[in-house]
């Protein structure tokens, strides 16, 4: 079967950045035979900025104010196997462009989704930041769920001589053949800590208090995240069971606490007015 990869490409123009996917491309078609490899620029899709008004948050994703691309981009995400994002270094960050979409995806970090997915970040720079630009976008794709693998900041500064290109070639051979373990081994790995901790204080805050009017509380209760002990079925040792568990305990007496503590008739979970355009909000 197919293996499907979808890159967001966040520059504003076919320079060095897109010179690297291609290699990237190269080197993947020659570790995985049957490949469909799409490269989406970002500025040919009409993604508006986030207005802030909550309720992609509160009451689902569907309900945007915005009627563009955006749900068409979601779409490649939902469908892909693997993913990739890939941004020149701009002012120590990616690029405006893709964060105006990753802004707009701020529900995932609320219900995450993407388990079964691999993720890659690849960073062009001219001196130094690729490095933590790749730490970020790593840390945003944890957080959704994906099965990260480790990416890459590049040096692209021009004028190059051939042994930099060679060691761009090179660096680009290493990632795809991490990319392409990732893709053809399909076992989930046991959580961190840190994303084990995420789980536990999420799930018990949305149980210790329930909601059925937020779309947070109804997706971890549909799947059956209440009494699971991690998004996906994993075996954890004794030590991160005890961790969890300790957690769970944490977590709910905090939820109820300061629930007791809000006016009365206030829901669980409070967010700010939503948008509207007369009043500015």
């Given at each position: 079967?197919?293996?499907?990869?979808v890159?967001?490409?966040?520059?504003?123009r076919?320079?060095?950045?897109?010179?690297?996917?291609?290699?990237?491309e190269s080197?993947?078609?020659?570790?995985?035979?049957?490949?469909e490899?799409?490269?989406?620029?970002?500025r040919?899709?009409?993604v508006?900025s986030c207005r802030?008004c909550?309720?992609?948050?509160t009451?689902g994703?569907?309900?945007?104010p915005?009627?563009?691309?955006?749900?068409?981009?979601?779409r490649?995400?939902?469908?892909?196997?693997?993913?990739?994002?890939?941004t020149?270094?701009?002012?120590?960050?990616v690029?405006?462009?893709?964060?105006?979409?990753?802004d707009?995806?701020?529900?995932?970090?609320?219900?995450?989704?993407?388990?079964?997915?691999?993720?890659m970040?690849?960073?062009?720079?001219?001196?130094?930041?690729?490095g933590d630009?790749?730490k970020?976008?790593?840390?945003?794709?944890?957080?959704?769920?994906?099965?990260?693998?480790?990416?890459?900041g590049?040096t692209?500064?021009?004028?190059r001589?051939?042994?930099?290109?060679?060691?761009?070639?090179?660096r680009?051979?290493?990632v795809?053949?991490?990319?392409?373990?990732?893709?053809?081994?399909?076992a989930?790995?046991?959580?961190?800590?840190?994303m084990?901790?995420i789980?536990?204080?999420?799930?018990?805050s949305?149980?210790?208090?329930p909601?059925?009017?937020?779309?947070d509380?109804?997706?971890?209760?549909d799947?059956?995240?209440?009494?699971?002990?991690?998004?996906?079925?994993?075996?954890l040792?004794?030590?991160r069971?005890?961790?969890?568990?300790?957690?769970?305990?944490?977590a709910?007496?905090?939820?109820?606490k300061?629930?007791a503590?809000l006016?009365?008739?206030?829901?669980?979970l409070?967010?700010?007015?939503?948008?509207?355009?007369?009043?500015?909000?």
């Open positions: 079967m197919a293996k499907k990869v890159v967001f490409l966040g520059s504003p076919k320079g060095e950045t897109f010179s690297a996917l291609k290699v990237f080197k993947l078609r020659e570790r995985v035979k049957d490949l490899f799409e490269i989406v620029h970002l040919a899709f009409r508006e802030g909550f309720l992609c948050l009451k994703e569907e309900l945007c915005h009627k563009d691309d955006f749900t068409s981009l979601v490649k995400m939902n469908e892909a196997d693997g993913v990739v994002f890939a020149p270094n701009y002012s120590l960050q690029t405006g462009t893709l964060k105006i979409f990753l707009r995806c701020a529900h995932i970090f609320h219900r995450p989704r993407y388990f079964d997915k691999v993720f970040a690849i960073v062009t720079q001219g001196v130094i930041g690729a630009i790749v970020y976008l790593e840390t945003v794709a944890r957080y959704w769920g994906f099965r990260v693998v480790k990416g890459v590049l692209t500064l021009t004028p001589t051939a042994a930099e290109d060679l060691r761009i070639e090179k680009l051979a290493s795809a053949d991490r990319f392409h373990r990732a893709l053809t081994h399909s989930q790995r046991k959580p961190s800590w840190f084990l901790a789980f536990r204080l999420s799930r018990s949305h149980a210790a208090v909601n059925e009017e937020s779309c509380y109804r997706y971890f209760r799947r059956g995240w209440f009494e699971s002990e991690y998004y996906y079925p994993v075996r040792n004794v030590f069971r005890w961790f969890g568990a300790a957690l769970d305990r944490f709910t007496k905090q939820a109820i300061r629930h503590a006016p009365r008739g206030t829901p669980p409070h967010f700010p007015p939503q948008f509207d355009d007369e009043r500015g909000l």
